[in-house]
């Protein structure tokens, strides 16, 4: 199911706003939640409401082609500063 354009993605967006119940919310458009939300929903629901969430079509297809982030690493520290010879 392609993703609404247009006119139907303001209705969407209108209906997202004024839904405060996660359980609405996931119905309508489940990769718009957050991983808190779907805590919340997990407690709240139950695991078996994040299950069948998960196995929908779009979401199953957003997170085959989802990509991981990269580690931070911090940089190695530069020998020269550790002796205290910087900018010598």
Not at 9 to 23: E, F, K, P, W
Request: net charge positive; aromatic share 2%.
């Amino acid at each position: 199911m392609p993703r609404p354009t247009g006119q139907q993605a303001v209705q969407q967006t209108v209906q997202l706003r004024g839904a405060n119940d996660l359980r609405q919310r996931a119905e309508i458009d489940p990769l718009s939640l957050t991983y808190g939300e779907v805590q919340r929903l997990s407690a709240t629901a139950g695991p078996d409401a994040v299950q069948r969430m998960l196995n929908r079509p779009e979401v199953r297809r957003a997170r085959q082609v989802a990509v991981p982030l990269p580690q931070f690493r911090p940089a190695a520290p530069d020998p020269a500063q550790a002796d205290g010879r910087a900018g010598q």
